[in-house]
């Protein structure tokens, strides 16, 4: 992976900026919402509320409306399961996948090789850090230092070592890392909150302009948007925000 592309040639293309995450229970649920809006608004996220109701297919029809999709399924599990995981993930069309860091260089780089491999369209390759529901309580609690930043630095440093496009971390980290690993690592960042609106259950929040200028390349925003009175109104006034110099 000697440059990011999205897969297809060139450069990989920012816009949309924003990655609406469709945590929703049924496909028709999702593919209603995916009906509301066009590819040139947003991509979207199938994570694994959706995944497990829905199947795959859900991902293909996505993919086959125009939609970049992001498969937020976090694997993490001994090397050849995980290669042979991203490959199939691949397969259906996603245009981002993840992996948790923690699974180690060794797995991670099986994860890139079976990209690179076998597929026409390489999904760009994500590392899993610290998730943000984790403090310091909990890294102790499994045994890690109980420095989440410190953490988060270490796990990013394995994923650009393993050859990987980049992280899911905070916007809070974002300015930090990119500093550290520079133009050429995806940042992706949820906890987005437009001010004025309810942080639900997110703790450290920012709103879309302040994670872009602090580094994040995209942003994941599900409830602002899907939750909203009326969600195509709510994307397009947090893209008419991210229009404002950075
Ligand atoms: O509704 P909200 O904007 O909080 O949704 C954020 C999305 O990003 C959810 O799908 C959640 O699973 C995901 N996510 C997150 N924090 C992470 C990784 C993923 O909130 N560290």
């Known amino acids: 992976m000697a440059s990011i592309s999205d897969g297809i040639a060139g450069p990989l ?6 990655i609406v995450a469709l945590d929703f229970p049924s ?3 999702a593919l209603a919402f995916a009906g509301r809006v066009t590819p040139a608004l947003c991509r979207l996220k ?7 109701a829905a199947g795959p297919g859900v991902v293909e029809e996505l993919a086959a409306r125009g939609f970049d999709v992001f498969l937020d399924l976090k694997f993490h599990d001994i090397p050849t399961t995980v290669a042979r995981a991203c490959a199939a993930a691949a397969r259906l069309g996603a245009w981002m996948l993840n992996v948790h860091a923690l699974g180690g260089v ?13 597929v ?8 899993v850090t610290v998730l943000t529901s984790h403090g310091a309580e909990t890294l102790g609690e499994i045994g890690l230092p109980p420095d989440p930043a410190a953490q988060v630095l270490r796990l990013a440093r394995l994923v650009k070592t393993a050859g990987l496009d980049g992280i899911v971390c905070s916007a809070r980290e974002a300015g930090i890392l990119r500093v550290r690993f520079g133009t050429d690592f995806v ?15 997110q703790q450290r929040t920012m ?5 872009l200028r602090q580094g994040a390349d995209f942003l994941v925003i599900g409830r602002p948007i899907t939750q909203a009175p009326d969600p ?15």
């Open 13 to 18: 293309r920012k816009d949309p900026r924003i």
């Open 27 to 29: 496909r028709a649920d």
């Open 46 to 52: 199938v994570g694994l509320e959706l995944f497990a």
């Open 106 to 118: 060794q797995m991670l780089e099986a994860a890139r090789t079976a990209l690179e491999a076998g």
């Open 120 to 127: 026409t369209r390489r999904p760009l390759l994500i590392g």
């Open 187 to 201: 940042l992706v960042t949820p906890g987005i909150r437009p001010s004025g609106v309810a942080p639900d259950d």
């Open 207 to 211: 709103t879309p302009l302040a994670a």
């Open 232 to 246: 195509v109104a709510a994307l397009e006034e947090i893209n008419n925000q991210l229009r404002a110099p950075l």
